[in-house]
């Protein structure tokens, strides 16, 4: 089956440790995205890659990071220096660009800092 | 700055009834938008989207309404159905812009009473 996989579906830290979301894609798609969810409120970009070994900083990305070594992964790492770290986390995909508008989204990872 | 703002923030409808969703947009260079349903703990699915070149697009039971001088965006849900309870978030993005970011509307919670 084609598709995005994050894991875990939630996920528990104390506060002051970093944690790694991971997502991967059997797609082929070159963009991958993270976007947050905050209860009650839509998505906010934090990291985006449209290939390999680059990635752009999205509307929120202070205190987290991200890779892209590979096409079907794209890791997130919530830091300790995000503040609010507690939220709902998404991960998408697109195919090429200009020839696949629909970004694909995955089932979401559920964090709690607390 | 919230860029697409989305209302109204929740919804009833009665079985059979027509739901609408209204989203407003500021920036006219956005060139895409999409509509995307989520349901509890799960990712957002395209449900339909539009280009600014056509007034209106219809799939099944879902149809987008767009005014492109009003800068304004609809979604309609006709006979609405217990199943189609869920989020329905607007989006919109610029297609040739790099990374094609969606920016998203805050979302609608819909309940479909039975």
């Known amino acids: 089956d084609g598709g995005i996989t994050q894991s875990p579906k939630y996920l528990f830290r104390k506060e002051g440790q970093n944690v790694t979301l991971s997502c991967e894609q059997n797609?082929?798609?070159?963009?991958m995205y993270w976007y947050r969810q905050d209860p009650g409120q839509g998505l906010r970009l934090i990291y985006y890659s449209q290939i390999v070994n680059d990635f752009q900083k999205g509307d929120i990305a202070e205190g987290y990071s991200v890779s892209r070594e590979k096409k079907e992964s794209f890791p997130l790492t919530v830091t300790s220096a995000q503040k609010n770290p507690t939220a709902f986390y998404l991960c998408a995909s697109r195919g090429q660009a200009f020839s696949s508008y629909e970004q694909y989204f995955g089932p979401g990872t559920r964090l709690t800092v607390t | 700055q919230q860029q697409v703002k989305q209302s109204p923030q929740s919804l009833i409808v009665q079985k059979g009834g027509i739901s609408i969703i209204n989203c407003a947009y500021e920036n006219t260079a956005f060139d895409y938008f999409p509509w995307y349903q989520q349901f509890p703990g799960k990712g957002p699915a395209l449900l339909i989207a539009?280009?600014?070149?056509?007034s209106e697009k219809k799939e099944g039971r879902f149809t987008i309404s767009f005014n492109k001088s009003a800068k304004q965006f609809s979604l309609h849900i006709m006979d609405s159905q217990p199943g189609d309870s869920a989020t329905y978030f607007c989006?919109?993005?610029?297609?040739?812009?790099?990374?094609?970011?969606?920016?998203f509307g805050g979302g609608t919670r819909v309940l479909v009473k039975p």
């Open positions: 797609l082929n798609h070159d963009a």
């Open positions: 539009i280009r600014p070149d056509v």
């Open positions: 989006a919109a993005s610029r297609l040739k812009a790099a990374g094609n970011k969606l920016t």
